[in-house]
């Protein structure tokens, strides 16, 4: 069983628009919450990551917005670029053990 | 300023094979993850280590897989023996610690024929 879901699995949206990423998880305990990009042909980096005392982070055109009664949580990318097309992965740990990620959300954004 | 390492870039085996990956993680980590990436389950955790000893092992992975952490700065995971469903890209990843920025190697890419 997934303990992080995401969706949807992909997702196609105009430069300019805004692209909405969901994540739910299970885990109650969970207090880390980073969201990593992945490009084609290359690794995993961190793009941004919340902890529940918040429950709005942004930095730049990328926003974490956190509903920890819902165990919900989305990734907002406004003014899409075509540079930001990628894999976008939502991950959640507890306690300092290891990120648990989700399957992932590709993100394609057409010119 | 050295990245996190892992060789060989690719592998292909024979079902029945043991392969070892190897992963040089970035100097000064104490942390170091393996994961295994596929289009289907995404990012699967393998094994975790803190200051080299082993603080989770990935549940599904026990059997045939063992992750082993020789000093700080040299991991290797062994697959015995490897099977077609094991083909997948195997990541290593380091941080410096609790909540800390992973820093992911290249992967290597393992086909199992």
């Known amino acids: 069983q997934q303990q992080v879901r995401q969706s949807p699995q992909s997702l196609t949206v105009w430069e300019g628009e805004t692209a909405i990423l969901n994540c739910s998880y299970e885990?109650?305990?969970?207090?880390?919450f980073p969201w990593y990009w992945q490009f084609p042909r290359e690794s995993p980096a961190l793009l941004i990551a919340?902890?529940?005392?918040?429950n709005k982070k942004e930095d730049g055109r990328f926003t974490i917005f956190f509903n920890k009664r819902e165990k919900k949580l989305s990734l907002h990318i406004t003014d899409s670029q075509p540079g930001d097309s990628a894999t976008y992965f939502c991950?959640?740990?507890?306690?300092?053990?290891?990120?648990?990620f989700g399957t992932g959300t590709t993100v394609s954004v057409s010119p | 300023d050295a990245g996190v390492t892992q060789t060989p870039r690719h592998e292909v085996a024979e079902k029945g094979q043991t392969i070892i990956l190897k992963c040089e993680p970035v100097?000064?980590?104490?942390?170091l993850f393996w994961y295994r990436q596929t289009k289907i389950q995404g990012l699967e955790l393998l094994s975790y280590?803190?200051?080299?000893?082993?603080?989770?092992d990935g549940g599904a992975f026990k059997d045939r897989f063992k992750a082993e952490m020789l000093n700080s700065s040299f991991s290797t995971l062994k697959i015995q023996p490897t099977e077609p469903k094991d083909s997948a890209v195997y990541l290593c990843?380091?941080?410096?610690?609790?909540?800390?920025?992973?820093?992911f190697g290249h992967g290597t890419k393992l086909s199992v024929l």
């Open positions: 990843a380091s941080s410096l610690g609790q909540n800390e920025r992973l820093f």
């Open positions: 885990d109650s305990t969970f207090d880390y």
């Open positions: 919340i902890r529940p005392v918040s």
């Open positions: 991950a959640a740990s507890q306690g300092g053990r290891a990120l648990i």
């Open positions: 100097s000064g980590h104490n942390d």
């Open positions: 280590f803190r200051s080299k000893s082993l603080m989770e």
